[in-house]
């Protein structure tokens, strides 16, 4: 995953992306004659890429927006796969990481060292979107549990290391970090009778830990299914499930 130059850039390292064959070129002096008419974006501002020898490789990267589902899935199948996240794990796990789960929570911690050491927002953005992926598993709660133990280990120690602060956007100033936790939390609930004990209570242990330290309210956890769904509709608009039409 290290970069090829050996170095960690805070601010990422950008170079032009070429007209002719959208190759990368390099951004210094020599070549800036050859480089005056880059290709723009919709806005006029140069389309610019960061460079190929700084970019940190992630496994993972590029991390799908919507979850993904097997071909030739029905749309029952595929609303089914947009709401639980397990089959895009799977992939992240079998053909990105060579079946190594442990590996992905590799990637995470790495991500996140990137972000708590070299502030790179990029590394910050990586790891934010590997928590929506694995926070949004459902199925694969029984099937991985020492998986999801680790996991909430691993995550455990990170959120004590940062600030909630930043968790927010600064758009709609909402901490999606604490909402897919809290998603997290319902989906252990909800496969509780087919999951193993001891992932469940270290998922109340997790929580416990978050109302205390971070003052984080999951209480509404435990109400009923219809405050539930009186949450989704809360939901922001790029992260609902997908409902196919027959």
């Given at each position: 995953m290290n970069p090829e130059c050996g170095k960690i850039y805070s601010a990422s390292n950008l170079v032009y992306k070429t007209n002719a064959n959208d190759t990368n070129v390099s951004s210094n002096a020599e070549n800036n004659n050859n480089n005056r008419y880059c290709r723009v974006d919709h806005q006029g501002l140069p389309d610019m890429i960061i460079s190929p020898e700084s970019a940190i490789k992630f496994p993972s990267a590029p991390i799908p927006k919507h979850f993904l589902y097997p071909d030739g899935s029905t749309p029952t199948e595929i609303t089914q796969h947009s709401i639980d996240s397990t089959y895009t794990v799977e992939h992240l796990i079998v053909d990105r990481h060579e079946n190594c789960q442990f590996d992905l929570l590799?990637?995470?911690?790495?991500?996140?060292?990137?972000?708590?050491?070299?502030?790179?927002?990029?590394?910050?953005?990586?790891?934010?979107?590997l928590i929506r992926i694995l926070c949004s598993c459902r199925q694969a709660l029984s099937e991985r549990p020492e998986f999801f133990l680790a996991f909430i280990r691993v995550l455990h120690f990170q959120l004590k290391q940062t600030d909630q602060a930043i968790f927010a956007d600064i758009v709609d100033n909402e901490n999606r970090v604490y909402h897919w936790i809290?998603?997290?939390?319902?989906?252990?609930?909800?496969?509780?009778?087919?999951?193993?004990?001891?992932?469940?209570?270290?998922a109340d242990k997790f929580r416990h830990f978050l109302t205390k330290t971070l003052r984080w309210d999951f209480g509404n956890i435990d109400r009923k299914q219809n405050d539930d769904d009186d949450d989704d509709e809360n939901m922001p608009e790029d992260e609902k499930p997908v409902i196919v039409m027959m």
């Open positions: 590799g990637e995470l911690q790495f991500a996140f060292i990137i972000f708590l050491l070299g502030h790179q927002f990029e590394a910050f953005e990586h790891w934010e979107h809290r998603t997290f939390f319902m989906n252990i609930r909800s496969m509780n009778e087919s999951i193993r004990s001891d992932l469940v209570e270290r």
